[in-house]
């Protein structure tokens, strides 16, 4: 079974179930329920078509919503009638799931066709008139039609009761009169078979020709199988009505069938019909054979290599925002208290920020009017005229030809509400992009704040709390199976949409000057002042910041009350390692977490999230770390149904990284190369290429350095310009403006519909 099938049938069994259960596959053998954690654990099946893939997840969702964890636990011990159990069990949970989806007949039907011709239920050498009813009575219900042996009046009765049975008490009350009748039923075969036994006998000593080889041979003729009308060679009834015609003696193993074991062509009689024999020939009860074979041969099929079965990671139920935040009030009292030297300080930032705002104000106005534009259009696309049932007076004298004299109203739908939380790499490798990229985040919010957009950023960084001395995990819930962040995992908060004018402005102050200090031909002293060791670039925490997203979104957009969240990710790089999953978890009471992070690496790896019953395979293709982080955008989609976007700033040889990364393609007729000078060609042009490639909706490839940093030309004309040369140098300046606002640029369209 591929792991894309394995992926489908988890999600057929959750829709099965019409709640909250967590389907697992994993290196068992046999399926179990947890009732109280709702988890179904199902084997790992290898070389199963889809059609017995889903006979057994039915199956077994059909227990889990029918079959009461207590009421098989109370008859467990009486391991013989536990078989007969079983069957009016199956016959009841199919019964009802086939009912509950009417899909699942045409599975079960050809599923259990294929699985009778792999011998499944242990019936090859065995006729039906040798068979017990609970046997003949479990193939009749699972093969249908396919099976014909005959039931006698009692027997009718019984099947037709098995067909009706509602509850699980009425299975148990139905299972123990069949028991009853079956032992009665096997006293019978016994009798019949010890007075053939004894005529045998009699008839060898009085001709004294019974031989080794004859005893081999009396078990001849039993290969017959009770499906698709079989007839014996004398051309009697497969099935005699009052079941008295049995075998002649079988051989003298007396081996009895167990659930790891196949039922052998060579078994004596009574072990293939029901019976345990003791070691003095007396019988300790019956059983249901077929029942005992195919829960035997159940677990053949089942996977057990721990390397070939899924391995899952869930997202934590409850994250505890504020321990992974940084918030920007403790941001502003840090950094003012770091450069409390520097008498200029309040007056430097300032006056830088004004000066950046006031040269892009104007680009902020005109991407705004395009914003309200935009958005006017899109309703006014979809709007749509009424009538309001009003007679319009003027049209009120063509009444006698004319049924059309109401007045119309035009109905405009109200446009969904957008917010936008944005992601930046706090990594040393952003270091030659932070001015830029800063001043490209500072326009954006900048817009956010004139377009009433709410809008949040924070840098995620692996450094701020790298040398704060907490217990290790201790922000974490550490509950078993589910992802452990990097330790030092953080999230600095640079702006969020409850900050009013005075905080919002000390936050662009803050964000512009602190790009300044990664810039070393930037104006003002405040590029010297440095920043605390703990706000220093780091390593790359994207996938566990995605993560982190995963349940911060969906707040984000609760609390804002917005439709639509566009969720923003502006990195130049891949992300490091994620740190793992809790695989020993505090609530063990083993005095210690122990985190195993082999899972991320895996090649079988499914995230996913109870929540929302969203799951999404790793697929390690490649270099594994990049894999995984498209692995987790996909996750992030499903989990929040936000719009996700991606910058990745790219210089030097991260362009030809991105361009293998996200754009080249191996089928395209243009060769590697000339899809190679394409792409730098239209990025020198354009100053960003999109790509579709990445687990997110959309990738925006874009120059980093000197070219992501705004700067703004003037006016370019000859010495007395005539009207076309001013408008064409108005429009190529205009143009220069929103090309050097890349992030801002793009997002207009995408918020304004």
Not at 374 to 393: D, F
Not at 456 to 478: D, G, V
Request: net charge negative; glycine share 6%.
């Amino acid at each position: 079974m591929t792991t894309e099938i394995r992926e489908i049938k988890s999600s057929l069994a959750k829709l099965l179930a019409t709640e909250n259960i967590t389907v697992q596959f994993a290196a068992v053998e046999t399926a179990s329920f947890d009732v109280k954690n709702r988890v179904l654990l199902i084997p790992t099946y290898k070389d199963m078509s889809s059609q017995c893939l889903d006979l057994f997840v039915g199956h077994e969702v059909g227990h889990a919503l029918w079959t009461p964890a207590d009421g098989i636990l109370e008859h467990v011990k009486d391991k013989n009638f536990h078989t007969f159990m079983n069957v009016v069990e199956d016959v009841r949970i199919e019964r009802k799931i086939q009912a509950k989806y009417p899909g699942l007949k045409k599975q079960f039907f050809s599923a259990y066709g294929q699985l009778h011709e792999q011998d499944f239920f242990g019936i090859e050498k065995i006729e039906t008139k040798d068979m017990l009813f609970i046997d003949r009575l479990n193939l009749k219900a699972k093969l249908g039609v396919r099976f014909e042996g005959l039931f006698n009046d009692i027997e009718t009765d019984f099947y037709q009761r098995s067909q009706k049975t509602e509850t699980f008490e009425q299975v148990i009350e139905l299972a123990k009169e069949i028991y009853e009748y079956c032992k009665q039923e096997q006293e019978e075969k016994q009798q019949g078979q010890d007075q053939g036994d004894e005529q045998q006998e009699s008839q060898d000593q009085e001709t004294g020709e019974f031989s080794a080889d004859a005893k081999e041979n009396q078990g001849e003729g039993s290969g017959k199988s009770p499906v698709s009308a079989q007839k014996s060679d004398e051309g009697e009834d497969a099935n005699e009505a009052d079941g008295d015609e049995t075998e002649d003696a079988a051989e003298d193993d007396d081996a009895e069938p167990t659930a790891e074991t196949k039922v052998q062509s060579e078994l004596p009689l009574e072990d293939m019909t029901g019976v345990a024999s003791k070691e003095d020939g007396s019988m300790d009860g019956v059983r249901s054979i077929t029942d005992m074979n195919s829960q035997s041969n159940a677990k053949e099929f089942a996977e057990t290599d721990e390397n070939m079965v899924m391995q899952y990671i869930e997202l934590p139920k409850k994250i505890d925002f504020k321990k992974f935040i940084v918030s920007s009030e403790t941001i502003h009292t840090e950094l003012n208290e770091y450069w409390k030297d520097y008498s200029n300080r309040d007056s430097a930032m300032i006056e830088y920020a004004n000066t950046f705002k006031k040269r892009n104000q104007k680009v902020i106005n005109y991407l705004n009017k395009e914003f309200e534009m935009k958005k006017a259009a899109q309703e006014y696309a979809k709007a749509s005229e009424s009538k309001t049932g009003v007679i319009n007076t003027q049209k009120l004298y063509s009444y006698k030809f004319n049924e059309d004299i109401f007045k119309k109203a035009t109905q405009f739908p109200k446009g969904k509400d957008h917010g936008m939380v944005f992601f930046l790499d706090w990594s040393g490798s952003m270091a030659e992009n932070m001015k830029g990229t800063m001043e490209q985040l500072v326009c954006l919010a900048m817009f956010c704040k004139k377009a009433n957009i709410p809008f949040a950023a924070y840098a995620f960084t692996s450094e701020y709390f790298k040398n704060q001395n907490l217990p290790k995990y201790e922000r974490q819930s550490q509950n078993y199976g589910e992802l452990a962040f990097d330790p030092n995992f953080g999230l600095l908060e640079l702006f969020n949409e409850k900050m009013n004018t005075k905080k919002f402005n000390k936050s662009v102050e803050m964000c512009l000057a602190i790009s300044c200090m990664f810039d070393r031909n930037s104006a003002g002293d405040f590029r010297w002042w440095g920043l605390p060791r703990k706000y220093f670039l780091s390593g790359t925490p994207l996938n566990e910041t995605i993560m982190f997203a995963s349940k911060f979104v969906p707040e984000f957009k609760k609390r804002n009350n917005i439709q639509i969240v566009n969720t923003v990710f502006l990195t130049d790089g891949a992300s490091h390692s994620m740190e793992g999953v809790f695989t020993v978890g505090t609530d063990l009471d083993l005095g210690h977490t122990k985190v195993d992070s082999n899972p991320i690496r895996s090649k079988n790896v499914i995230v996913r999230d109870k929540a929302t019953n969203t799951q999404v395979q790793i697929k390690h293709e490649g270099y594994g770390r990049k894999d995984v982080t498209k692995g987790l955008y996909t996750f992030l989609k499903g989990v929040t149904g936000c719009n996700l976007v991606g910058f990745f700033i790219a210089s030097g040889s991260d362009l030809r990284y991105a361009f293998d990364k996200f754009i080249a393609d191996s089928d395209s007729e243009t060769g590697y190369g000339d899809q190679h000078t394409e792409f730098k060609k239209k990025l020198n042009k354009e100053k960003s290429i999109v790509s579709y490639t990445s687990g997110l909706d959309e990738l925006y490839i874009i120059k980093g350095g000197k070219t992501l940093q705004i700067n703004d030309e003037g006016l370019k004309v000859d010495a007395n310009p005539s009207r076309g040369q001013l408008t064409t140098a108005f429009k190529k300046m205009t143009k220069g403006k929103l090309q050097n606002r890349v992030i801002l640029s793009k997002f207009i369209d995408k918020v304004a519909a």
